[in-house]
């Protein structure tokens, strides 16, 4: 939308608590009303109305039948190219979209919204050199050793069959019919 880009944005930035900013901006009239103009010549080239030949519809019918829509299709676009062109020029840093609320309206110099949003904290690092790094000593037994090693065995153990009595420790498989009152069940 080249016709609504200009270097007129007028900008204010309000803090608000924590990291929340309020930002008003303030776009030129004139810009919205040329764009809706240029949109609607382009809607009167292709416009299918009864009782009109294919694009030779009035401009005033065009403007009455399309002109609340384009305007508003407008208005959205200016507000979204004007706002990261104000967070830009501002030097913000958004956390998440903004919740716009329009201020003024038609029949002023300028069309002006309120830009809710929060911004990312500021971090300032310290300089690496003037940091101090304490490492922990640590003293690795031996018996510290044979533990986690006993560790390890017992969770990568195979388990084997054995013709003997079961002990703790061994893994089990059971194979019985069950009965309940005499009848036998799945299970």
Same mark, same amino acid.
Do not use: C
């Given at each position: ?121 500021? @971090?300032?690092?310290?300089? =690496? !050199?003037? +940091?101090? $790094? ?10 510290? #050793? &044979?533990?986690?090693?006993?560790? @390890?065995?017992?969770?990568? =153990? !195979?388990? +084997?069959? $054995? ?10 498989? #059971? &194979? ?12």
């Amino acid at each position: 939308m080249a016709t609504t880009q200009t270097d007129t944005l007028d900008v204010s930035v309000k803090g608000r608590k924590g990291l929340e900013r309020q930002m008003t901006v303030r776009v030129p009239t004139d810009e919205i009303e040329r764009e809706v103009d240029t949109r609607l010549k382009k809607v009167g080239r292709t416009a299918r109305l009864k009782g009109f030949r294919p694009g030779k519809v009035p401009p005033r019918i065009v403007r009455q039948r399309y002109g609340g829509q384009i305007r508003n299709e407008v208005v959205s676009d200016v507000i979204r190219s004007s706002y990261a062109r104000a967070v830009q020029q501002e030097q913000l840093n958004p956390a998440g979209g903004p919740q716009i609320e329009p201020i003024s309206a038609d029949g002023e110099d300028h069309f002006s919204y309120r830009a809710t949003f929060e911004v990312f904290p500021e @971090i300032k690092l310290k300089p =690496a !050199e003037s +940091l101090t $790094v304490e490492i922990p000593k640590v003293e690795v037994l031996e018996s510290d #050793v &044979d533990e986690m090693l006993e560790t @390890i065995r017992e969770q990568r =153990a !195979e388990w +084997l069959p $054995v013709d003997r009595k079961s002990a703790a420790g061994d893994r089990v498989v #059971v &194979d019985f019919n069950g009965t309940v009152g005499g009848e036998p069940f799945e299970g």
